[in-house]
T-cell receptor, first 112, second 112 residues
């Protein structure tokens, strides 16, 4: 039982490059989330999708876009990477937005 | 603004001692409370949930909830070096449509 799977696990980008982080869950959850985690900053919500077909901004959405491709998959896109986007990115999912979330293993992104 | 506050630590306890981790929250009508454990370089892992006032025990872990005082705590009995991690408190506010809100986490160090 894989749970929440993120790809890639590690990525190095040059400033201005674009990339998409992929996330898939096999728990039949309705809601999915993208967080970033920086030292001393805790988890910060970038975007979330309460249900298939909807997406909403979180606390730190600037510089990111998301797509809820279907019920299982939720991708995060960086159109023009900046060094300030160097972080660890976590995807998570939950049955609903008012229930506990389960996390993927994370993507460590470095923008140089 | 709904907030969840934790002391960032580190909290250092000797092996075999009881570790006590505390969390306060600002939204009086919050109904669901969770503790996540995050090892260094890993993703948050749900370890405890509590919904009613009082204590909830699971092995060496006890979650305590006091809604009147708006705090939730996690006790770890017989602490082991393998318990060394950051512990994240998470709360779901009571308003409809609200989502999991994380504290900044407390780093626990269990010394052999």
């Amino acid at each position: 039982n894989a749970g929440v799977t993120q790809t890639p696990k590690f990525q190095v980008l040059k400033t201005g490059q674009s990339m998409t982080l992929q996330c898939a869950q096999d728990m039949n959850h309705n809601s999915m989330y993208w967080y970033r985690q920086d030292p001393g900053m805790g988890l910060r919500l970038i975007y979330y999708s309460a249900s298939e077909g909807t997406t909403d901004k979180g606390e730190v959405p600037n510089g990111y876009n998301v797509s809820r491709l279907n019920k299982r998959e939720f991708s995060l896109r960086l159109e023009s990477a900046a060094p300030s986007q160097t972080s660890v990115y976590f995807c998570a999912s939950s049955v609903r937005t008012d229930t506990e979330a389960f996390f993927g293993q994370g993507t460590r992104l470095t923008v140089v | 603004q709904k907030e969840v506050e934790q002391n960032s630590g580190p909290l250092s306890v000797p092996e075999g001692a009881i570790a006590s981790l505390n969390c306060t929250y600002s939204d009086r009508v919050s109904q669901s409370f969770f503790w996540y454990r995050q090892y260094s370089g890993k993703s948050p892992e749900l370890i405890m949930s509590i919904y009613s006032n009082g204590d909830k025990e699971d092995g060496r872990f006890t979650a305590q909830l006091n809604k009147a005082s708006q705090y939730v705590s996690l006790l770890i009995r017989d602490s082991q070096p393998s318990d060394s991690a950051t512990y994240l408190c998470a709360v779901i506010p009571g308003d409809a449509g609200n989502m999991l809100t994380f504290g900044g986490g407390t780093r626990l160090m269990v010394k052999p």
